[in-house]
């Protein structure tokens, strides 16, 4: 169901812990901040609902050690779909940055 007062008290509350720095440094007059949080069933179903949320064409970069099952819907579902996918070892910040330059992100650095 759509309001499950459960899952909006967890999402409410993942807000509050993720976000308290930021809210702290603001001015009362700044604090647009809205307050929205989201909870998943499951990693996949996050992985979907963020890439649903873009417009196509969409270029994602993946870290080339991620969850197999990930990879998967990205590589055999949404490559479908106008969305290209890049994996890249991202524990150098060389390969991204180079990765990025390399595709149409890099017209946005």
Known sequence: RMDNPTRLLLEDTLFDLECINLLKTMRPEENVVEKTSYAFSSG????????????????????????????????????RHNVTIRQVDMRHVKSVVDTIRDTDLGREI
């Open 44 to 79: 996949l179903a996050a992985v979907t609902a963020v890439i649903l949320a873009h417009s196509s064409p969409l270029t994602v970069l993946l870290s080339d050690d991620l969850y197999h099952g990930v990879s998967s819907l990205l590589l055999d579902v949404f490559s």
